[in-house]
């Protein structure tokens, strides 16, 4: 600090060393896709490590002890099937503004709450829905 303002400098050999030590990637693109059109591919490359990701830990996709490859590939295809509805689920929210309001976990609680009840004599009802859970069942487009 010097006459009460705060002198801020840059060292310029840290941060050259910080930048020597960053990996660096090569895009090689075979056909007509332009700059702006690769790098787009490039950052929805993140998107789909994130839906890895969240097969792993979210979904709790964990490797199974099965004795049968049936069971395996049945098993990994509900985790997929999972993980696509996911992913729509979360376009469907940026495409309707509800991800500004909600994140997708926060959203699927907001629904669990959602229950169906069976009455002893055979009729099923619907537990009451409140005004938060109606206007995201509205905003995506299903029945309330």
Same mark, same amino acid.
């Given at each position: ?51 890895? =990701?969240? !097969? $792993? ?6 490797? *199974? ?6 069971? /395996?590939?049945?098993? #990994? ?10 992913? =729509?689920? !979360? $376009? ?6 509800? *991800? ?6 926060? /959203?699927?609680?907001? #629904? ?29 487009? /299903?029945?309330?």
């Amino acid at each position: 600090m010097q006459n009460d303002r705060l002198q801020v400098e840059i060292r310029k050999n840290a941060v050259a060393q910080r930048v020597n030590r960053m990996g660096k990637q090569i895009i090689l693109v075979h056909g007509p896709l332009d700059w702006e059109e690769c790098l787009t591919v490039y950052r929805e490359r993140d998107a789909i490590e994130k839906a890895f =990701r969240s !097969l $792993k830990t979210d979904l709790q996709a964990m490797p *199974l002890n099965v004795r049968k490859e049936a069971t /395996l590939k049945g098993y #990994l295809f509900v985790v997929f099937l999972s993980l696509i509805l996911r992913m =729509r689920l !979360l $376009k469907r929210m940026k495409d309707t503004g509800l *991800l500004e309001d909600y994140t997708l976990e926060g /959203l699927l609680l907001e #629904l669990a709450k959602i229950k169906k009840i069976r009455l002893a004599n055979g009729e099923v009802i619907t537990t009451e829905i409140s005004k938060k859970q109606r206007t995201i069942l509205e905003a995506l487009g /299903l029945c309330a």
